[in-house]
């Protein structure tokens, strides 16, 4: 990730292809907001790159200028769009399917989703249980395969009249795979695309054709995908950004805003159970175990990263965490999210806080898309190559440097960011010291 102080920015010119895997509730949701936007429907809420505020220099400077004047983000009207799914809707009628959006709105909006229609997947029934489709790719092995997104991709590039293209994998969850050998190296893992090898998931497939093609990579789901150390060597080889993994939306979102601040005023934690009811058809890929498996890793580990128990003993030492997802169709997208957490105070006094969690999944993960795309390609043009972890604040289980444990606070998360965003422009960094105002 290193980039020098105040590094080159390529300017944002010509067209930015956003390619997503996956053409569900939340690629739909992501594509028909900015298309709302563009039209002058709608404002980009919950999107940091659009609605965000970047403070510079001291308090009293009165420099607070939008992040998106500050930095060279590419234009949402420069953003276009392409996919692949299982199932062959073009977006238009995959949005009606997911139910997210209200009708009338995407009516209004028929004719830029209708003109997306999903390429055919790379996929594989062993790794995403509970859904078949028939929009799939056949090919000899994940080699062949992986050849012939590189060549679509190269197609829809020429096609679209693209200048650049960023992919953000926005498809169903994979099952629980753990590091493998064959991941250790690019050779290794070229080997064992050839060999069909079952340790390389169709989500590693779409990342190294991304990889080979000279395009960033996000990972919006908890699949190990680039987390691996061939992609990451492949990655830093051809100066490519990567990132992920899981957008940080829902329950995960909330516990990163009130676990750091029980912290803050060092409230201890008995326990934190949490619980989800959820309809859409991420619920019902969440309901096969090993699905759920992946996903199930992913947030459990982010109250252990932040409370930090091995430094604070009597405070956090052996709490009880739970997760639990339960499919509930009449739900859809809308999912209820429910929390009971058991802290204690003031000489071990314990109290209780519940939260119920009336979220809109794909609403709270639409703009976060945005965001990846518009920092991932800036990244690009700024030079910054391998993981990209200023940009944990949108993870719900960041990707990291090997060794390094990932930062999960999103108020550290959001300062890292921002000041990366100073550090590209030269600008000073801001520590909150504020000692020259009492000189
Ligand atoms: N919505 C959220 O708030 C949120 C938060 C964090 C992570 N995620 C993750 O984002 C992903 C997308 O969520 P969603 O709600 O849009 O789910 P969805 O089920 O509505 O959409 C996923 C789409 O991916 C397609 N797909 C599956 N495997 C594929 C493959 N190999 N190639 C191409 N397409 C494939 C499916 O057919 C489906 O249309 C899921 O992995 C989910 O866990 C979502």
Redesign the pocket.
């Known amino acids: 990730m290193p980039v020098a102080k105040q590094s080159e920015i390529a300017p944002a010119e010509g067209r930015l292809g956003v390619l997503l895997?996956?053409?569900?509730?939340?690629?739909t949701t992501f594509i028909a907001g900015v298309e709302a936007i563009k039209k002058g429907f709608a404002q980009p809420i919950g999107s940091l790159t659009q609605m965000g505020t970047i403070r510079l220099g001291k308090r009293t400077d009165n420099r607070v200028p939008l992040i998106k004047d500050f930095v060279p983000l590419a234009q949402l009207k420069d953003m276009v769009f392409g996919a692949?799914?299982?199932?062959p809707d073009s977006a238009y009628d995959?949005a009606l399917n997911?139910g997210v959006l209200e009708k009338e709105l995407l009516g209004q909006l028929k004719e830029p989703l209708r003109k997306i229609k999903p390429m055919k997947?790379?996929?594989d029934q062993s790794y995403?249980k509970r859904?078949s489709?028939t929009n799939v790719k056949t090919g000899k092995n994940k080699f062949e395969l992986a050849q012939q997104l590189i060549d679509e991709i190269a197609e829809w590039k020429r096609k679209n009249k693209c200048s650049r293209l960023v992919m953000i994998w926005?498809?169903?969850?994979e099952i629980f795979l753990k590091p493998h050998a064959v991941h250790k190296t690019l050779d290794s893992f070229e080997q064992a695309m050839r060999d069909n090898h079952k340790a390389i998931a169709?989500?590693m497939i779409y990342a190294y054709a991304a990889l080979k093609s000279g395009i960033p990579f996000a990972n919006?789901?908890p699949n190990l995908t680039v987390d691996i150390p061939a992609l990451m060597t492949l990655a830093d080889k051809n100066k490519l950004a990567i990132c992920g993994k899981?957008?940080k939306?829902?329950q995960t979102l909330m516990k990163t805003i009130i676990a750091p601040g029980l912290k803050s005023r060092m409230l201890g934690l008995h326990g934190w159970y949490s619980t989800n009811i959820l309809g859409?058809?991420?619920g019902e890929?969440?309901d096969d175990p090993d699905s759920f498996k992946t996903?199930e890793e992913s947030k459990l580990s982010v109250l252990e990263y932040i409370l930090q128990p091995e430094v604070y003993p009597d405070l956090y030492k052996d709490f009880s965490h739970v997760v639990r997802i339960n499919y509930y169709p009449p739900r859809g997208d809308n999912k209820e999210g429910w929390d009971n957490i058991d802290i204690f105070g003031w000489l071990g006094y314990p109290m209780q806080i519940k939260i119920d969690f009336l979220c809109r999944?794909?609403i709270?993960?639409a703009p976060i898309v945005l965001d990846l795309a518009l920092f991932l390609d800036l990244a690009q043009r700024a030079g910054m190559k391998g993981v990209q972890e200023w940009l944990s604040f949108y993870f719900?289980s960041p990707q990291t440097a090997p060794g390094l444990y990932p930062e999960h606070d999103i108020f550290i998360q959001l300062m890292k960011l921002k000041n990366t965003l100073r550090h590209l422009r030269g600008e000073d960094l801001i520590t909150h010291l504020g000692l020259e105002y009492y000189d």
């Open positions: 895997v996956g053409l569900g509730a939340v690629s692949w799914d299982i199932f995959a997911a997947a790379v996929f995403v859904l489709g926005a498809a169903s969850t169709p989500s919006g789901a899981d957008f939306t829902g859409n058809r991420d890929v969440l996903k999944d794909s709270l993960a719900k």
